[in-house]
T-cell receptor
């Protein structure tokens, strides 16, 4: 069973640019959630996707957007990057065959640095 | 408003000792209480979780104690090992979108 994978591992962008991060869910899961983890802090919920629709959103501006594909992989897009967007971006999958939708499994994250 | 308060911020324990980390929450609608372990440069790994219909859950050296009336839950690590040195996060979940709200984390150091 393959766990949650994310790409790329690291990314450096400049302020104002746009970025796309990718995630492949764990086999059998049908929800995918994205979190932002600033240095020394706990992860903060950005949004969740279920059956390719947004199923809840945290306190993040509209320039954070996402997609879920039929194979349950997902993208996180961030437009007009700001310095404060520098963080570890985590993808988590859950639900589906596990029968326990709250139980979420995280990928290794993408470290985004905005200069 | 901080929905989950985690303490202590850091903890140093000797090998073989007991590590105890505490969390308090506000909203009684929460019905899922997991603990995650995170090593530097890695994503959080689900360690153990509990639902409010039980007061304690044990998996190996890890135990969650849950006090519904006090809106508190804690993680106990028995026989702590240097390999347990990591940052531990409590979280709360519930509702239709299965969102998790995390505490700020506890950096555990187990000295050999």
């Amino acid at each position: 069973e393959t766990g949650v994978t994310q790409s790329p591992t690291h990314l450096i962008k400049t302020r104002g640019q746009q970025v796309t991060l990718r995630c492949s869910s764990q086999s059998g899961h049908n929800t995918v959630s994205w979190y932002q983890q600033a240095l020394g802090q706990g992860p903060q919920f950005i949004f969740q996707y279920y059956r390719e629709e947004e199923n809840g959103r945290g306190n993040f501006p509209p320039r954070f957007s996402g997609l879920q594909f039929p194979n349950y992989s997902s993208e996180l897009n961030v437009n007009a990057l700001e310095l404060d967007d520098s963080a570890l971006y985590l993808c988590a999958s859950g639900g589906g065959a596990s029968g326990r939708p709250n139980e979420q499994f995280f990928g290794p994250g993408t470290r985004l640095t905005v200069l | 408003q901080q929905q989950v308060k985690q303490s202590p911020q850091s903890l140093i324990v000797q090998k073989g000792g007991i590590s105890i980390i505490n969390c308090a929450y506000e909203n009684t609608a929460f019905d899922y209480f997991p603990w995650y372990q995170q090593f530097p440069g890695k994503g959080p790994a689900l360690l153990i979780a509990i639902r409010p219909d039980v007061s304690e859950k044990k998996e190996g050296r890890f135990t969650i104690s849950f006090n519904k009336s006090a809106k508190q839950f804690s993680l106990h690590i028995m026989d702590s090992q240097p390999g347990d040195s990591a940052t531990y996060f409590c979280a709360v979940g519930g509702g239709s979108n299965y969102k998790l709200t995390f505490g700020k984390g506890t950096l555990l150091t187990v000295n050999p």
